[in-house]
Every structure is written in structure tokens, then in C-alpha cells.
């Protein structure tokens, strides 16, 4: 059974660092392209960053381009998204997504989901 596990999750202070890891279980990442979403309360879920299967090409919002990194280690089948200079407006459950295929951006292109795992900057 497919499954995504995310960890890493915790209260930073504004320009702090996190690294939330995604352990994925039941497949091999080789397949897959796997994306970070997050949701902010009363907020739909925005993406935030995409990688290939290889993880060659990456995709990043607007808004964490220049702060965040994605990453996968496809031998210990785990993706991360090292996420630096944190601001309160980062404040989100943080979602970690897969697909079956070729790197893709929006939400509906992704197949199977974690549980998720909140991330909250403030003073």
C-alpha cells in the first residue's frame, strides 16, 4: 500500500529554518514525481514546490523561490523541502504529494497524499 509519511514540521521564529522530509512506503520513488503543498487556516491548498522523477527539473512558487529547496534521495525514498529565512506568511499545514509520472504543478495532478505536517512561524 502506497503511503507518505512528512515530518519535520514545528514553531520557528521569523527567518529561521526548517527541513520537512516526505518517507514514502509500498512503491519506489523512481516513478514518481512528487510535489509540497501547503494550507494556510481559512486558505485553499497553493502548491509550493514540484521535482521530476530524477529530480533534474524542480518548480517553485513565486512566493518561497530563492528560500526553499526540494530534494529526493530516491535510495532511502525520501523527498525533502529545505525551507529557509521562514517568514509568518509560511505558516501552513504542509502537504507532501506524488504522481505516477512526468513533473507536474497543480494539486489535481497528484495521486496520492500525506497526512501532513504543520509548520508555524512566529515570534
Known amino acids: 500500500q502506497l503511503q507518505l509519511v512528512e515530518s519535520g514540521g514545528g514553531l520557528v521564529q521569523p527567518g529561521g529554518s526548517l527541513r520537512l522530509s516526505c518517507a514514502a512506503s509500498?512503491?519506489?520513488?523512481?516513478?514518481?514525481?512528487f510535489g509540497w503543498f501547503r494550507q494556510a487556516p481559512g486558505k485553499e491548498r497553493e502548491g509550493v514546490s514540484c521535482?521530476?522523477?530524477?529530480?533534474?527539473?524542480?518548480n517553485y512558487a513565486d512566493s518561497v523561490k530563492g528560500r526553499f529547496t526540494i530534494s529526493r534521495d530516491n535510495a532511502k525514498n525520501t523527498v525533502y523541502l529545505q525551507m529557509e529565512s521562514l517568514k509568518p506568511e509560511d505558516t501552513a499545514v504542509y502537504y507532501c504529494?506524488?504522481?505516477?509520472?512526468?513533473?507536474?504543478?497543480?494539486?489535481?495532478?497528484?495521486?496520492?497524499w500525506g497526512q501532513g505536517t504543520q509548520v508555524t512561524v512566529t515570534a
Open positions: 509500498g512503491f519506489t520513488l523512481d516513478y514518481y514525481a
Open positions: 521535482i521530476s522523477r530524477s529530480g533534474g527539473s524542480t
Open positions: 504529494a506524488a504522481r505516477d509520472g512526468m513533473l507536474r504543478t497543480r494539486l489535481s495532478d497528484f495521486d496520492y
